[in-house]
């Protein structure tokens, strides 16, 4: 995808970097602990950034907690909508969610709808004894009562925009851009 | 990258692209099965008919299965409790199923064409469990998908299909299917059983087991129906195992890590021997397992399928 | 009354004419042929650009009736002969009940004559109720009007049969007419037996069903001297096997249909139940060699209308059959002529003197003193087959759809003009 011409970009890789190393201390002052914790990334780049986080609290604590990865796609509400159903990827939880916390990790929180999602698909996999949100953007225009735990960065937006998260392990570069939606693309 | 049909009547006209999608997309659904609630909501609200006018209970449970993982509606239609068997037309039955508005019929009868016949007359997505002697298709897509499972592709495998090939639609749907994938298919079974010019279909044909199993990835024995024993084709099933059957003698000349394949039900001592049905190499009850994933994988693929047209 | 058909190119393969000739027609006879007749008093129908060739004669249809008027009658049939550019038609017995007797046989010429379109001559069963059993009383419906024998649709299984009706008609010099069919060959075989059987998963028909009762009755036939002809011929070797029995000499014709000339079993791969016929499609291309060498006699259209709900089924349960009439001319104008298959005066043969000779008549010809059956073509009129124009009640043609060039577009019986779409 060649980037559309009016963008801005509002965070840099080492803007990234800081944002998750203090997202990582607030999980940390949140949980005291890492007793019990797991990351689960929500699929494609929710899965890059909980990985990171579960990296720097080890960094921290010397323990690593648990990181799974969610496909959200047989949850969606909009699938009688769309054209054609996406490509299905693997729901990789390798260990048991009951009775434990789970930290969601995605990149953009918008409409609410993919973390509505995402819980039912949660909830389907066992009873967790609490479920936290990260994300490193949140953009508003929430359509669901949503709201996040942790967030890297507010941004404002019109609903005609678009927030585009590159990730290093996905996309070669580290960055988050606002872009004016072409026409007819949302 | 989608289905180009919005029906699945057949291996035959899908490309080597599709194939890899519906089996892509099965992988995600394994897991669904594996876990404590083994449902999703994905197709809530949808109405499948399972439409089977050739009794299979097997094939329909696997369907009912797939479906009420995805929460659909699913409703069994067949053909002894139905008008069907008092003479209604199939496509006056066909009609009056779809004035329930469902969104997908499911059908499994004795005619070849029938599924295609269905998708000329009716608007719902239609999906052929099995059509006669023709095809089969998504029992093909489980059996490529558990080949896949074990030997990590299909390209250049070798695949020896044992047995009645005359009346298998299974063959032919895994014939087109491997073939497609860059497999390669002998058939082998008594000459009285094997149709004339079936390598028109791009796989070879030996009358001889031996020829066969030699140096095969995977062998897979068909089922010998017990309406076909006494008709001919062959003087006795004591013959016709001694001959035909795949047994483990046999299945040395295949690779060492060659694994074995029926698609059920068994007839054991007959066109397969016992050891190997539950031998080490069998995969015959993962095949079923898989047939779960992959008719999700169907359904939800072919769901998502636009708008709704009047050409099949 | 006298009409003169002027400036038309006359095509009669009898009296070896090709070229622009007048036609004058008195009393339903042709009274006289001239490259040029003054009109005179009479009326004049110009037929400048187009061919005029003997009326044409299908000599296999099925009118259905007595027994299944819901599927055709000899009325729409006869209309559907007349608009298809036939003059006349031999209607096969296996109405219900079977034309096995004098007064169906009666019944059926008066149902012909009642609707005053193509001439309608019946073929008498073989035998009592085409069960292969008994003959049917042969000689009586010889008087009354049947033009031939045959249990058509039921292949005489028993070579003793056979054998008898062989003999027995040589009192009266006419053919009987097999449909040729080992049955247990067949057993419920739906389309030809090859890569397209084995792909679709259909029984198949094996050619070497046909060939071996077109063997046995050109053996039999030598053997009695009695005429046998092969209905529907549809393979190589059985056009082979008339071929060497009529280079011996022997009483043997045969037919082709038009299907089985431009079909091939490839065909039935989409389930269309309108390519579903007996015999099944096979290969085109091998009944050509006999088409133009001369070992076909006749191009016979086998007209076996069903109901479209009958038709509208699964493959293995529809009716064998397709219609014929209103297409045939068409077809093979196109596909035969055109593509330089074979010339048109062969064509014309094949539909005219080809079937005349078959049935012993004395038709299918141009000459003065003939009843004024006359056929007349546009060899470059386009069309697009459309069954809504179907003068048949049925509209089970596989060329549905088919834009082909050369049309019929006058008919005339006796003078009388039976179909004009000039």
């Known amino acids: 995808m060649s980037p559309p011409e009016k963008s801005i970009r509002v965070m840099d890789a080492d803007y990234i970097t800081r944002t998750l190393n203090r997202i990582a201390y607030e999980i940390l002052e949140k949980n005291r602990t890492l007793k019990d914790l797991a990351l689960v990334g929500i699929r494609s780049r929710g899965v890059p950034l909980a990985r990171r986080l579960a990296e720097k609290l080890k960094e921290i604590t010397g323990t690593v907690p648990p990181v799974g990865e969610l496909d959200i796609n047989l949850y969606r509400d909009d699938l009688s909508r769309i054209a054609y159903h996406p ?55 929430r359509e669901l009562p949503v709201r996040a735990d942790y967030i890297g960065k507010n941004v404002a937006t019109s609903k005609s925009q678009d927030v585009i998260v590159h990730l290093a392990e996905l996309d070669k570069v580290d960055e ?3 872009a004016d939606t072409p026409e007819g693309v949302s | 990258m989608k289905l180009s049909s919005r029906h699945l009547l057949g291996i035959d006209g899908m490309t080597a692209e599709e194939v890899a999608l519906i089996l892509d997309t099965a992988e995600g659904f394994v897991q669904i099965s594996a876990r404590e609630i083994k449902k999703v909501p994905t197709l809530r609200g949808k109405t499948v008919v399972n439409f089977f006018v050739e009794p299979s209970t097997r094939t329909r449970s696997s369907f009912e299965l797939a479906e009420k993982r995805l929460s659909a509606d699913a409703l069994n239609f067949s053909a002894s409790t139905s008008s069907f068997s008092k003479g209604e037309s199939l496509l006056d039955t066909a009609k009056n199923l779809e004035a329930m ?26 999906v052929n ?60 079974g008594p000459p009285t059983l094997l149709p004339r010019e079936f390598d028109a ?55 060492d890590d060659a694994i074995v394949m029926h698609p059920g039900p068994m007839n054991r001592g007959v066109e397969i021997s016992g050891d190997l049905a539950d031998g080490a190499r069998s995969v015959i009850l993962e095949q079923v397992a898989n047939g779960v994933a992959v008719r999700m994988a169907v359904l939800y693929l072919l769901a998502g399928e636009p708008a709704r047209e009047t050409t099949s | 009354m006298k009409r003169l058909l002027k400036n038309g190119r006359v095509v009669d393969p009898a009296g070896g004419t090709d070229g622009q000739r007048d036609i004058l027609i008195e009393d339903g006879r042709i009274a006289a042929i001239d490259e040029s007749i003054e009109p005179g008093r009479n009326e004049v129908i110009d037929l400048a650009g187009l061919t005029i060739c003997p009326g044409f004669i299908d000599m296999h249809v099925h009118f259905r009736e007595p027994g299944q008027e819901w599927k055709e009658t000899v009325a729409t049939g006869a209309a559907a002969a007349a608009s298809g550019g036939f003059t006349a038609v031999a209607c096969m017995p296996n109405t219900v009940p079977v034309m096995d007797n004098r007064s169906l046989v009666e019944f059926v010429r008066a149902q012909g004559r009642e609707a005053g379109m193509a001439r309608v001559w019946p073929i008498g069963a073989v035998t009592k109720g085409q069960n292969g059993e008994e003959l049917a009383e042969i000689g009586d419906m010889f008087e009354a009007g049947a033009v031939a024998f045959s249990d058509d649709g039921r292949p005489i299984r028993s070579s003793q049969i056979m054998r008898m009706a062989l003999e027995y008609s040589k009192i009266f010099d006419i053919p009987v007419i097999d449909h040729c069919e080992d049955r247990e060959l067949v ?89 579903k016929m007996n015999p099944p499609l096979r290969a085109a291309e091998d009944l050509l060699e006999g088409l133009a060498d001369g070992t076909v006699d006749a191009i016979a259209t086998d007209h076996a209308p069903h109901h479209c709900d009958e038709k509208c089924v699964e493959f293995s349960r529809a009716p064998f059959g397709v219609v014929g009439l209103e297409t045939a001319v068409s077809i093979c104008l196109d596909r035969l002529v055109h593509r330089d298959i074979i010339p048109l005066s062969r064509m014309v043969e094949l539909f005219t003197t080809g079937p005349a000779g078959v049935l012993g008549l004395d038709k299918g010809k141009i000459e003065v003193g003939a009843e004024a059956d006359i056929t007349v073509l546009d060899l470059d009129r386009e069309v697009t087959v459309d069954a809504g124009e179907f003068e048949s009640k049925s509209e089970n043609s596989p060329f549905l759809k088919w834009d082909l060039r050369g049309r019929p577009v006058l008919t005339m019986v006796d003078g009388r003009i039976i179909h004009d779409r000039r």
């Open chain 1, 87 to 141: 490509v299905l990827k693997t729901t990789e939880i390798p260990f048991d969610i009951d009775d434990k916390v789970v930290v969601l990790v995605d990149d953009v929180l918008f409409t609410g709808r993919t973390i509505r999602s995402a819980l039912n698909a949660l909830m389907d996999l066992g009873r967790p004894s609490w479920v936290q949100l990260g994300v490193l953007v949140d953009r508003g225009h």
């Open chain 1, 176 to 178: 988050v851009v606002i």
């Open chain 2, 101 to 126: 508005s469902p969104d997908f019929i499911i059908i499994r009868h004795s005619e070849p064409g029938s599924p295609h016949f269905l998708a000329r007359h009716v608007d719902a997505t239609i």
């Open chain 2, 129 to 188: 469990a099995g059509d006669g002697a023709h095809e089969h298709p998504t029992q093909a897509l489980l059996d490529a998908f558990t080949i896949r499972k074990h030997k990590g592709r299909l390209e250049g495998l070798r695949v020896a299909i044992v047995g009645d090939i005359n009346h298998s639609r299974v063959v032919r749907s895994n014939v087109l299917l491997l073939t497609l994938m860059g497999a390669h298919v002998v058939v082998c």
């Open chain 2, 201 to 255: 279909m791009g796989c070879s044909m030996t009358y001889k087991v031996d020829e066969a199993l030699e140096g095969a990835d995977v062998v897979m024995a068909l089922r010998v129906q017990h309406e076909r024993m006494n008709a001919g084709y062959f003087p006795t099933t004591r013959e016709y195992a001694r001959q035909f059957g795949v047994n483990g003698t046999r299945l040395k000349l295949a690779k």
């Open chain 3, 187 to 275: 057993a419920d075989g739906v389309v030809h037996e090859g890569w397209v059987s084995s792909r679709l998963g259909f029984k198949g028909w094996p050619g070497v069903a046909e060939d071996i009762m077109v063997g046995r009755n050109i053996l039999l036939s030598e053997y009695t001297g009695g005429h046998v002809h092969i209905a529907h011929m549809s393979t190589a070797r059985s056009a082979q096997l008339v071929r060497e029995a009529k280079s011996r000499g022997s009483r043997v014709t045969c037919e082709v249909t038009p299907h089985h000339l431009v079909l091939d079993h490839e065909a039935v791969m989409g389930f269309d139940t309108y390519t």
